[in-house]
């Protein structure tokens, strides 16, 4: 799982998705998006952690700091990628993975 | 005449070759011009860079770092006996060590700052490495990345979605609008029989890709080749050749410098040291001028190992070595007279699906995509730049397949290259290869695809699904490049090369860069207990004053002798919040007390009436009453009485 809790960094160790959103309103302004988003993660059971770096709309959700069961986990998956799937504010999402670096 | 007194700088061999004279990135030249990077902030992406050793503290630049993986601002690489963590350092002394201050080496931009983005050293997301690629890209100009996937021969990956938005931000919005320069090393998987086509940050139009030489200028067995190879620089090779002598980290068993960085992680870091020193002479050159400045003044050299083909606007390329050794002279004396490119053009085919079949070699598959005249018409796109092809194909093996390229002139770029350890099943899935060997060539004309399968399986199981051509490039025409060329030849003197002659730079956009402060979920933390505690202590001290206040109320009628101000309590004189209270008690006369109470009300004032009120008396009450014995809970009202 990502261990994203925070576009600037690591934190909470659950999982976490990224999201781009499109303004509803059409005029895209970062405060609308940031109020979309905080709206979006709340919906979807998430905590909004920011925008992603430079990148206008995009913001990064992560689950609430808490341990939980596997099969708990499965569940809060599926019910997030239902919410956000489902939203018409949401051009595109996905669920943060680790990815593989190596130093050269 | 340079001449430095950092102990290990004539052991630099990559700057200043004193044993094979001219097998160096030949930069002593620059420097005697006082062009050392001045003004230009390079930014290494890393396991973090320890700013406080002394040949990177006076270079440091704050302001460009960043720690993801600790989420603050300090890039200090943390101690680990299994990682090691002193890749990062000794990438930024490559580029921007401090000379003349008697300490290890020299880096190539010795005059620019230095900053870090420590990211490798823990979990590494899209989204960070988003955020990595656009960390402080109004300050930081060049990001150095000696990193990228596994280069075991059998990983397909590069940048994911987010990453990809942020170095196509970078380049858009960075460095004011000229474009952030992105160097990535192209990869130590030699070895594996890996190629580096493979990996998303080499192919990615918006990466400078730097491969390695050794001190002999053949290509050492760690390096990987590509068709999307721009330079190469030198680094360590086999165990009888020299490695690049940098900085080095101080803690665990580090001493501050090593004689042995090697692998393409030390070819990029000197790849950006000589862009800084570019930067410093034309701060406005686009992240695609710099590019076509390499391209234009890498020098072929021989190697019996690499192919050179030189393309129809006169390039040569080989897919070991790029578009030849970088050369600072010829980069810094490039850009001085450089003016831009042309806006960036391009051209998108349709998504052209075949769903054909992949013949065993040394039968292939060749599928075309005309591009006509009136294809380009609308983005004026004549001359090539990158060309990148977009294939899904299925196939059970994958490092079975080789796939070639050719360019309306009819140059061949293996872009798909067969892999001896690539047995992954699922074939590719909208993977983008590129190629920069067409770069100049006309944009018109009939691409070709040939795809083989050269694996022993004895039938046939790939399949072409789809592939999509994208063009990349300018509406400059053959002329121009030509009439480009001449021009940087005639410069190569280093007539230019002084303060009085600089070309008219444009301003740059005024871009405003998000970085306010994000409450980490910690500080969320601590500003609630802060703010719990406060609470706390307010409620505490309110209480505090109520009680003393009703001790006061209850020594409010003094009838004869003076009044005493209450005792409080022992904490209170402590934290010296006794003064805080307006005494009630006085011995003065009544209407002297009634003038000086016509001010605005105090608290007391306001306590007073309801603490009279009230029949709950506290302990502190008994000790009042025995300042002032005579109290009563009826009110004085008459003048005789002592009024508190």
Not at chain 2, 579 to 590: N, R
Request: hydrophobic share 35%; net charge negative; proline share 6%.
């Amino acid at each position: 799982l990502a261990g994203t809790g925070g576009p600037d960094g690591q934190g909470t160790g659950g999982p976490s998705w990224a999201v781009h959103l499109e303004s509803l309103e059409g005029d895209g302004e970062e405060e609308t998006l940031e109020q979309q988003a905080d709206a979006l993660a709340q919906a979807a059971g998430l905590v909004n952690a920011g925008r992603i770096g430079e990148l206008q709309g995009h913001y990064l959700f992560v689950q609430p700091a808490g341990h939980r069961p596997a099969l708990e986990v499965e569940a809060i998956r599926q019910q997030v990628e239902a919410v956000l799937a489902g939203h018409e504010a949401v051009r595109w999402h996905s669920e943060q993975r680790l990815l593989r670096r190596a130093k050269r | 005449s340079v001449h430095f007194n950092d102990p290990k700088y004539p052991q630099q061999w990559h700057l200043n070759n004193r044993r094979s004279p001219g097998r160096d990135i030949n930069v002593t030249g620059v420097w005697e011009r006082n062009v050392t990077g001045r003004g230009v902030t390079v930014v290494v992406v890393d396991d973090g860079v320890e700013h406080t050793i002394q040949d990177i503290a006076p270079n440091y630049s704050p302001e460009g770092s960043y720690d993801l993986n600790s989420n603050d601002p300090d890039p200090m690489p943390h101690p680990d006996v299994e990682n090691g963590n002193h890749h990062g350092t000794r990438c930024a002394g490559e580029i921007a060590a401090v000379p003349n201050n008697s300490f290890c080496a020299v880096g190539v931009a010795y005059g620019s700052r230095i900053a870090g983005i420590r990211v490798l050293d823990g979990p590494l997301t899209d989204s960070m490495e988003a955020v990595a690629f656009n960390k402080h890209y109004q300050i930081n100009d060049i990001y150095s990345c000696s990193w990228g996937p596994d280069d075991d021969g059998k990983t397909v990956d590069g940048p994911h979605q987010l990453g990809k938005a942020a170095l196509q931000h970078g380049v858009i919005a960075g460095r004011q609008g000229f474009g952030s320069i992105f160097v990535v090393a192209s990869g130590n998987g030699g070895q594996h029989n890996d190629n580096c086509n493979y990996d998303g940050y080499a192919n990615s139009i918006y990466t400078v890709t730097i491969g390695a030489v050794d001190e002999e200028g053949r290509m050492p067995f760690y390096a990987e080749e590509c068709a999307s190879m721009l330079a190469v620089t030198f680094s360590g090779g086999d165990k009888m050749l020299r490695s690049i002598v940098t900085t080095d980290w101080d803690l665990q068993k580090g001493t501050g410098c090593t004689e042995g960085h090697t692998g393409t992680s030390a070819a990029a870091p000197l790849a950006a040291g000589m862009i800084a020193l570019m930067l410093q002479v034309r701060p406005c050159l686009t992240w695609r001028d710099v590019q076509h400045i390499i391209v234009f003044t890498a020098t072929r050299y021989e190697d019996r190992r690499a192919e050179w083909v030189t393309n129809e606007a006169g390039f040569s390329h080989s897919h070991q070595h790029g578009f030849g050794l970088l050369n600072a002279w010829r980069l810094v004396n490039a850009a001085k007279i450089w003016t831009s490119v042309p806006y960036l053009a391009s051209y998108v085919s349709p998504v052209l699906k075949e769903n054909k079949a992949i013949p065993q070699s040394p039968r292939s598959l060749e599928v075309l995509w005309n591009v006509s005249r009136m294809d380009l018409e609308m983005s004026g796109l004549k001359t090539l730049e990158h060309v990148a092809v977009t294939v899904s194909i299925t196939h059970p093996r994958r490092g079975s397949l080789e796939l070639k390229l050719f360019c309306p002139s009819g140059m061949m770029s293996l872009i798909g290259a067969p892999r001896s350890m690539d047995s992954d099943p699922n074939g590719f899935n909208d993977w983008t290869f590129s190629t920069v060997r067409c770069w100049g060539e006309r944009a018109r004309g009939t691409y070709r695809l040939v795809i083989r399968d050269v694996g022993d399986e004895s039938f046939q199981v790939g399949i072409l699904r789809q592939w999509q051509l994208t063009l990349y490039g300018s509406v400059w025409s053959a002329v121009d490049i030509r009439d480009r060329q001449r021009l940087l030849e005639s410069a190569m003197s280093g007539k230019y090369l002084h303060d009085d002659f600089a070309l008219p730079c444009p301003p740059g956009l005024k871009i405003p860069e998000e970085d306010g402060y994000t409450i980490t979920p910690n500080t969320l933390k601590t500003l609630v207990l802060v703010g719990c505690f406060t609470v706390f202590w307010t409620v505490y001290y309110m209480l505090e004053v109520y009680l003393s206040q009703r001790n006061v109320a209850s020594n409010q009628v003094c009838r004869s002798g003076p009044c005493h101000w209450p005792h409080r309590s022992r904490k209170a004189k402590e934290e010296g919040t006794e003064l805080e209270s307006v005494p009630l008690c006085s011995s003065k006369d009544p209407d002297e007390v009634e003038t000086e109470s016509r001010g605005p009300p105090t608290t007391s004032d306001l306590l007073a009436p309801d603490l009279l009120e009230q029949g709950d008396w506290s302990l502190s009450q008994n000790k009042s009453a025995l300042d002032c014995p005579h109290q009563h809970l009826d009110v004085p009202h008459g003048k005789e009485e002592q009024i508190c």
